[in-house]
């Protein structure tokens, strides 16, 4: 099968890269991960014209061909490696208008590569807002390239960037000439090393001899001659990589010269200059954040509440049309009881999950979450990170697992090791269910003022101690691990833009199936298998309640729904899963926990979401009335062998407390061992997360008791 026509694209970041792969793949977009490395991998299928669909990719963004960072590192091995099976057959250079200087730096590197090129322009408006005036013909004249206008955002130029690319692929040009003369910056031993590695441009041979011990394609006989060649020629990196970038700019001075105008020396102040003035103000802008952060967290609840009814709805329904559809006997029990109640424990926390990434996806493409980097640097940096490790943080509250792959751009490696082990205690959303269904159980629905939801106000504070105790505890390993290497923090504000709603809808959709189809296999899985631990028990012991509560029956008829009932939970307790729970029991009840609690602890080491799907199983399991009642209403109803509530209010807090600080994730751990290359740093996250979850639950329901 013949490899299909492969486009890369690469710009500096915020430049609009990302937007544009949406507007040229729209859904045909899968993630992945780049070979040997964690890198995420975007990829798409773009119909470019009737005759040619290309396989899209969106590299990691960078600001030159000189990577520093490990996202940088992959964009650099896919161009610069001729045998790497993503390299593109046409490259698509995303250039801000807006700052086409800096933006053409990084072109004139790729161009030098002789892999063929084109242009993008965005960020026009901001240009024009700004006194800009791009003559884009005369830039393609004196690029040698194609130059195209694109609004990804509005979808306006992609005809003319899919006929240029179009042209390019039918109309390869023979010869690319150099940005710059690099044989005359290099030397004499710049052929012998193009021709050593086979490569295809001299840009290419310099590059290889700046990092030939870095490069993994390059073999062993390979470096020992180019470190001859190179010792011979007096070579000196750092010296040929300052030539090679101020011989850019002062070509790249010439081009802007002839084909840029600017209306006045002084830049006019756009309106997000202006907007920044408010939101980045150190008063200000810190209680707007609080505000954002408020507003997001009351519309979990408010804006979910009817489709989490409409669920909730559904899964009774079924449950009820199941139950009277199928006789009585163990597949009933394991369909309805098992199946469905584990399914439904979880499903209807769905639409909350949507919510939750559509308002951070607003945030994002809005511009305002880079701010929010910005806001927390000095915060951050009093717990000996950096504003760089905000990303991270905050994209921890949608999922660990991302957030801690998003950690390779911090270039410090004590900065990225410390925002790794702390990221998990931000709560993802797999949390999310086990804390909305803990506070409608145990923390009254009021209303403050009319607009103060006491429900949204305690989610909130659960959150906000999450970030509280990441820098905590980053305090402390800042202190405890020491290094003498510094680090600045350098970002690029993107200029505010309005949502793209249509993106918002499609990620809300995607991760909402993804929460389904990877949850829901687990849930499954676990729901069946809890289900088996629960309807089972050793015989001799299930022989005895049986019996027992036959003899009770017979002798007090009139108090069947009574005896039923204890007969369900007597079975219950007298289970395997019953055992299990007593066994851990003692671990557990000083934090106010009973022996069903403990059963869902365990399973949720698996995903922390399965805290439901384990207690809706485990409260339906010998439901006589199965489908008749909400799993919220079963666990307000539980009670101890005492008669006293099992969900106090001191539990309730003690269980949400738990939660927000375990490590509780297998997935979290696994991609921690990845990301650092050892399970040490693993194994002490674990530990000091579980250690600091029970000892804080322990003083919370002391407290409250």
Known sequence: MPRPYTIALVGNPNSGKSSLFNALTGLNQKVGNFPGVTVDKKTGISKISDSLSAHVIDLPGTYSLYPKSADEQVTYEVLLNQKNADRPDLIIVIADAANLKRNLLFCSQIMDLKIPVVIVLTM???????????????????????????????????????????????????????????????????????????LESNYAAMHVACNYNELKYINAAQRMRIAALLGEAGFHKSRMQAEEVMQRYKKIDTVMQQCVAIDSPMKKMVVSEQIDKILLHPLWGNLILLAVLFLLFQSIFWLAHYP????????????????????????????????????????????QIMILFGLITILEDSGYMARISFLTDRVMRSAGLNGRSVMPLISGMACAVPAIMAARTIQNRKERLITIMVTPLMSCSARLPVYTMLIAIVVPNRSFLGMFNLQGLVLMGLYLLGFFMALVVARVMNFLIKTSERTFFLMELPVYRAPRWKNVGITMIEKGKIFIRDVGKVILVLSLVLWGLAAFGPPAAMRAVEEQYATLLRQHPEQKTTIEHEHATAKLEHSFAGIMGHAIEPVIRPLGYDWKIGIALITSFAAREVFVGTMATLYSVGDTEAGKETLEAKMKEAKRQDGTPVYTLAAGLSLLIFYVFAMQCMSTLAIVKRETRSWKYPAIQFVYMFGLAYLSALVVYWVFK
């Open 124 to 198: 026009m408006d901001i240009a024009r807002q700004k006194g800009i005036t791009i003559d884009v013909p005369g830039l393609q004249r004196m690029m040698g390239v194609p130059v195209v206008g694109v609004n990804p955002r509005r979808g306006r130029g992609l005809g003319l960037l899919k006929k240029a690319i179009s042209d390019t692929q039918q109309n390869t040009p023979t010869a690319i000439p150099d940005f710059i003369d690099i044989n005359a910056l290099a030397g004499a031993w710049l052929p012998e090393v193009k021709q050593l590695c086979a």
């Open 308 to 351: 989490m009814d409409w669920v909730e709805q559904g899964f009774a329904l079924a449950g009820n049309w199941l139950n009277n559809l199928l006789p009585a006997g163990l597949l009933k029990d394991m369909l309805v009881n098992g199946v469905l109640a584990g399914l439904s424990g979880i499903a209807v926390f769905v639409p």
